[in-house]
């Protein structure tokens, strides 16, 4: 995988390890932050609903931003803002002063961010590598921040939180704050150009018209408005069962800190084996079977972790669950990034993170007081049964037909007619 050693791309590529690996130890020290302040499950995945909220409130307006600035410039700065939040909320938890409605408000914030520097990666990607390049570019992407974000980040993560609170999220704006840098330092690319798609505010209309222009967009396309749907639907199941991973793992399979941070790590294992796997799988078998064999994995998943009380039982379900997501997920954002004009990416990317990230924002609120109510493994069992019934809807969806990505034509559909039943 050449493209990852050459010139922008390379910097790019750092820059996103360097980000991934800060938000890996916060993935397992922020949840064991917030069960050691309360052992509520509702009160536990209240802080996952809260860094997704934003999702669900900004993530079209943020699509047309993106779409009006410099790609680049975006990802810097949300770099630099996450770095204040962090350590400002490092020193909270130093000094002690850290409690419920600071690290909701940290983890909103960060996710404010994020809806804004996922999508602007996202779109600032195309014009770094060409179009050749980018299911191989993409994979590269997926693999530092699976290794970063949930193999190296959540163990590190538990065991500085063991060590000391506030360690953690020290290092996560350190991390932040090395990979705004890097990705600052690229060429900046001026108006016109692929990352920066609007030539100037005579082209610009009305936020509201040009976040519908979006919706609109994704929706008249078979193959993403599929995807985009599907992928919202699976993650309200997931994120159920996420969002109380932590009590999960130390109530059901006995776990401590660090074994939890390894629990999540277990993740990052099968998405580097769905990374470096995926070209050839892809070759093989098709799009739509490895995406028919993912809504298989993901149904089994739950139904696993609901039964098991086995930590290595659960850690071998992660892993394989690890290689399906990291699979879907490159499947998705190539096709995406290949279909999608380039002065519409960042509006279009920002409706399929709607889906896909509010709907994990909604599972984590239900998956709390489901877990509350009925008990730490209720929301595995649920999010099981919801996929039983998904699953077959969704499967006559994912046939090569239906995924065809079509040509690429700016400002208009490529499926302008939806076919019946999609």
């Excluded at 069960?35 to 409130?57: K, N, R, T």
């Amino acid at each position: 995988m050449t493209v990852l050693f050459k010139g922008d791309f390379a910097r790019l590529w750092l820059a996103s390890g360097m980000s991934t690996l800060g938000d890996g130890v916060t993935v397992a020290a922020g949840p064991l932050l917030m069960a050691s302040i309360s052992g509520d499950p509702a009160v536990v995945a209240g802080a996952v609903f809260a860094q997704q909220l934003p999702w669900l409130l900004f993530s079209l307006v943020s699509g047309v931003l993106v779409d009006r600035v410099d790609r680049r410039s975006v990802v810097g700065a949300v770099g630099v803002m996450r770095a204040v939040v962090m350590g400002a909320l490092a020193l909270l938890v130093w000094q002690g002063w850290a409690n419920v409605p600071t690290v909701y408000a940290a983890v909103f914030l960060l996710g404010v961010g994020a809806t804004l520097s996922d999508n602007a990666g996202q779109a600032l990607l195309p014009s770094v590598v060409a179009d050749a390049d980018l299911p191989r570019a993409n994979a590269g992407l997926s693999g530092i921040r699976m290794v970063c974000n949930q193999f190296a980040g959540p163990p590190l993560g538990g065991w500085l939180f063991a060590v000391a609170a506030a360690v953690p999220f020290g290092m996560d704006a350190a991390c932040y704050a090395v990979g705004a840098l890097l990705v600052l330092s690229l060429p900046r690319r001026g108006p016109g150009a692929v990352d920066t798609a609007r030539a100037g505010p005579a082209r610009r209309g009305s936020i509201r018209k040009e976040m519908a222009e979006g919706l609109r967009w994704l929706w008249n396309h078979r193959a993403l408005r599929t995807l985009a749907v599907t992928m919202g639907l699976m993650n309200v199941t997931y994120g159920g069962t996420y969002a109380t991973y932590v009590l999960f793992s130390r109530e059901r399979l006995g776990l401590t800190e660090v074994g939890y941070g390894f629990l999540l790590a277990a993740t990052a294992v099968g998405g580097v084996v769905g990374t470096l796997a995926v070209s050839r799988l892809e070759a093989r078998f098709g799009s739509a079977a490895l995406l028919r064999f993912g809504l298989v994995t993901e149904t089994l998943t739950h139904l696993v972790l609901a039964a098991t009380r086995l930590p290595w039982v659960a850690a071998i379900t992660l892993v394989v669950f690890g290689a399906h997501a990291t699979i879907w997920g490159i499947i998705g954002v190539t096709l995406r990034q290949r279909v999608t004009p380039a002065e519409m990416l960042g509006r279009v990317n920002s409706v399929c993170l709607l889906f896909s990230m509010g709907g994990y924002a909604i599972g984590a609120l239900l998956g709390g007081f489901v877990a509350r109510a009925l008990g730490i493994t209720a929301p595995f069992w649920v999010a099981f049964a919801a996929m039983c019934v998904l699953t077959p809807v969704v499967w006559r969806h994912m046939t090569p037909t239906a995924l065809a990505p079509g040509p690429k034509q700016p400002g208009t559909p490529p499926h302008p007619t939806p076919t019946p039943g999609q």
